[in-house]
Structures are given as C-alpha cells and as structure tokens.
C-alpha cells in the first residue's frame, strides 16, 4: 500500500550547461507531476542541433526515480555547487 508521501507532487528539473567554444551546450531533464518526462540536449558540435523528447510515466516508475532520489543523500547536503544545476526539487 502506498503512503501519503509516496503519492505526493512529485517534480525534478536538472540543467547542466556552459557557454564555449560550439556555443551554448546543455543537457536538461524535467519530471512533472503529470508523469510527463522531457529532455533536451543542445550541442553545436559538428553542427548539431538540439534533441528534445517527451514521453510520459507510470506511476510505478515515477514511484521508483522518486525513491532513487530519496536514498541518493544528494538532497540533505546543504552544498550550492551541488544544487547550482537543479532549477527547482520538490520531493
């Protein structure tokens, strides 16, 4: 059976990213609360362009990233390098 916490928002955005020689290049994921996953990659090397995805989650595997998250330990650093790539973590 499912606790209250297991089946509260979820919602996780990562972005990494810098400005160099191809330009601005990053790599961006979100997980909304709806279940829907987007990612995007831009990269200008050898004249790429940008990939974005979305697809939607089970509530089974948005259950299992959320437990990956809560035992990662990552969220009870108190660090702004290491939180300087999340744009918003809510768990």
């Known amino acids: 059976m499912a606790t209250e916490e297991e089946n509260g928002e979820f919602y996780l955005r990562y972005y990494v990213g ?9 790599l961006e994921f979100e997980f909304r609360p709806d279940g829907k996953l987007r990612y995007a990659n831009n990269s200008n090397y050898k004249n790429d362009t940008i990939i974005r995805k979305e697809v939607y ?18 969220r009870k ?12 973590l809510r768990v």
Do not use: W
């Open 18 to 26: 810098h400005k160099g020689k191809f330009g601005h290049e990053f």
């Open 57 to 74: 989650l089970t509530p089974a595997v948005l259950r299992e990233c959320r437990r990956i998250i809560s035992d990662s330990e990552n």
């Open 77 to 88: 650093r108190n660090c702004e390098r290491l939180l300087s790539g999340f744009g918003f």
